[in-house]
């Protein structure tokens, strides 16, 4: 870290404790282990100083990103609550000191609201894109529904220190159950990925097994049809219907192997 980034985190340090009227430049210099005069000539005042740190924490934020067409809406919005719960509680404490003196200084509450009011555009297109790929069987407005969720979310980060019995234990598995009881709120299946490739790897087995034993079943009765002629010399349909059976069996098996790796195509060979 340069020296000027360890001023700047020594900057936003100090506000957090102390707030914008305690966070004087003599005590950020002596957090940052630089001279007074350092501060001014660098960013010229504590006004410029705190508000570039601020700036600097909010391009810091390691939110999750989530993707432009949703494949895993469970495991991805997981990740995202779990990054933005975690970044809201690491500046928990500058949060609350912006909220609290907004009526004097109104401009470092816009600061502080950066990560957030960008976490709400991107939390609301991802909602968008779950209803425009039909994943959701319920119909919702992307707004409230993000606010809802980042509401729980903001709530625990801000309250949980105070009020641990309100919120749900353990602390670590608070953002995945916020987001649960959302997308089930949204009707989005949840696990449902899963349980696809669980069922499409044991149909893979009852469709080769149900394959084999068809085609053995009309292999014989194809063998029964040919003696028959063999020992009686009755040219009669017998072998036309024995080819038949045998050619449809080929056919079933071909389709079953085809719709193991095609779930929505299942029912068509089963019903």
Not at 192 to 202: G, H, K, L, P, Y
Not at 252 to 263: A, F, I, M, N, T
Request: glycine share 8%; proline share 4%; net charge neutral.
């Amino acid at each position: 870290m340069n020296r000027r980034n360890e001023i700047l985190a020594a900057a936003a340090e100090v506000f957090a404790q102390h707030g914008f009227r305690g966070s004087t430049t003599r005590l950020i210099a002596e957090t940052a282990g630089v001279n007074e005069i350092t501060i001014f000539r660098q960013f010229g005042s504590k006004e410029a100083l705190i508000r570039e740190a601020m700036q600097h924490l909010t391009q810091s934020a390691g939110l999750a990103t989530l993707p432009d067409i949703p494949t895993d809406p469970e495991r991805e919005l997981t990740a995202w609550s779990e990054s933005f719960i975690q970044h809201l509680r690491l500046q928990s404490s500058m949060i609350r000191k912006c909220m609290s003196e907004i009526e004097e200084r109104p401009e470092m509450s816009g600061l502080a609201s950066a990560v957030p009011t960008r976490a709400s555009n991107d939390l609301c297109h991802y909602l968008a894109a779950l209803k425009r790929h039909g994943m959701v069987t319920e119909k919702f407005d992307p707004k409230a529904a993000a606010a809802m969720l980042m509401g729980a979310i903001f709530g625990d980060a801000m309250g949980r220190d105070m009020m641990p019995d309100v919120y749900p234990q353990p602390a670590q598995k608070a953002a995945h159950l916020y987001t649960q009881l959302l997308l089930r709120a949204l009707g989005v299946e949840i696990g449902a990925t899963d349980n696809v490739r669980e069922f499409i790897s044991r149909w893979n087995g009852v469709c080769m097994g149900l394959g084999s034993i068809a085609i053995g079943c009309f292999r014989d009765i194809s063998d029964l049809f040919r003696r028959r002629r063999f020992f009686t010399g009755d040219e009669n349909s017998n072998t036309d219907y024995a080819t038949k059976y045998h050619d449809c069996c080929k056919h079933q098996h071909k389709r079953l192997l085809y719709h193991v790796g095609h779930p929505a195509g299942i029912g068509t060979v089963l019903f």
